[in-house]
């Protein structure tokens, strides 16, 4: 084999140089800009939207332990209006995000409009004079609406790095998911007593 003379060898790294220069300039410098942008949109697409669920969450909560109050005609009716319709930023970029959290995410408004619908239907077939299925009805409807909400948010918070919701001096009992969780629980409990104690009569 004939040795690589030393203007051989450095013609060849110096080709090899300019090669690896050109791949970094054209391929890989694009691609980690890319990469870092996309990044950033994913980072402020999570923390705008973890804002929005959490105010959501928040409603729902109060919604969810609105047990009525007294109206103009002396019947029971609802003290909180329902919590407006989660409306994201028209400035994300959705496809920062990987493809199953974005469905998850852009699907939540079907979820709030069928609660919606349910809700409805019980306001329309349930009468005097206590409204209790009614307001059991919409109690859990949002109870389980704010948990998912909740649900997303935390799904956001881990993938992305943003920290838990620290609570203020004036809300350090403010524990939304408990609350919501024991509503659905206490919220079963009376259905189901209430339907025994029917089946009792009826037997």
Known sequence: MTPISDGTRTALIGAGSALAGVVIGTVLMPWIRERTARARAARYLAIRVVCILNEFTDNCVSVALDSGGEGKDGQLEAQIAAPVLPSYPDDLDWRSVRHDLMYDLLSFSDAVRKAEAVVNWASNNTYAPDFSEFFETRSI???NLGLRADTLAEQLRMDYRIP??????????WKPVDMLKRVVKETQERALARMNSLSVVTD
């Open 141 to 143: 409807q949002y109870a």
């Open 164 to 173: 838990e919701r620290a609570p203020t001096p004036y809300d350090m009992d």
